[in-house]
């Protein structure tokens, strides 16, 4: 079974600038969370989509957003982006079932000038 | 909101020593708790979970053990290895994780030294 992907890997923009990244989950697998991680910050949950609805969220400005797709393939937008949105973008997909493990994918690196 | 703390940040161990791991949660409904182990670059992976109606969870090298009254859980890694050598994130959730909101500790970087 091909695990989680995400695209693209790596990512520079400027600041002003929005950004979509897009991860493919497991396949099976409905709920797909989003999170970021920063050196500082550690891993911070961003928000999660199950059947094509936003099911949590996380403690994130508006400029943070997401959909699903009827293929649970999830996209993660930034809008006007800021210096310190600079992180390692990782998504994970789980079956969202009790004590089931969320699976990660590689990440994107956002680089923000 | 619930909070995890994670300690020590950083941990340095010979080879063939144990590695203790310490993190408290605040809420008290939190009642799944994964440990992540991240090698350098690569992607987070699960090493070891338990649900809060067991008080310990064994897998080889790795046991975790969980303390509901006084909120905190450790992860113990015996007879260390070199591979070892990670960082190892802590989290909790509600109803068991199935809403994929995992809150994380901010890690500790486990060096293993030959």
């Known amino acids: 079974k091909a695990g989680v992907t995400q695209t693209p890997r790596y990512l520079i923009k400027t600041r002003g600038q929005q950004v979509t990244l897009s991860c493919s989950p497991i396949s099976g697998h409905r709920s797909v969370s989003w999170y970021q991680q920063t050196p500082g910050q550690g891993l911070q949950f961003l928000f999660e989509?199950?059947?094509?609805?936003?099911?949590n969220k996380g403690n994130f400005p508006g400029r943070f957003s997401g959909r699903q797709f009827s293929n649970s393939r999830s996209e993660m937008n930034v809008s006007t982006l800021e210096l310190g949105d600079s992180a390692l973008y990782l998504c994970?997909?789980?079956?969202?079932?009790?004590?089931?493990?969320?699976?990660f994918g590689p990440g994107t690196r956002l680089t923000v000038l | 909101g619930e909070n995890v703390e994670q300690h020590p940040s950083t941990l340095s161990v010979q080879e063939g020593d144990s590695a203790v791991i310490k993190c408290t949660y605040s809420?008290?409904?939190?009642?799944?708790f994964p440990w992540y182990k991240q090698e350098l670059g690569k992607r987070p992976q699960l090493i070891i979970d338990?649900?809060?109606?067991?008080g310990e969870k064994k897998d080889q090298r790795i046991a975790v053990t969980l303390n509901k009254t006084a909120k905190h859980f450790s992860l113990h890694i015996t007879e260390t290895q070199p591979e070892d050598s990670a960082v190892y994130f802590c989290a909790a959730s509600m109803k068991g994780g199935s809403q994929g909101n995992l809150i994380f500790g901010k890690g500790t970087k486990l060096s293993v030294k030959p």
């Open positions: 989509y199950f059947s094509e609805t936003q099911r």
């Open positions: 338990i649900r809060s109606n067991v």
């Open positions: 809420d008290s409904a939190s009642n799944y």
């Open positions: 994970a997909s789980s079956l969202r079932k009790s004590y089931n493990e969320q699976f």
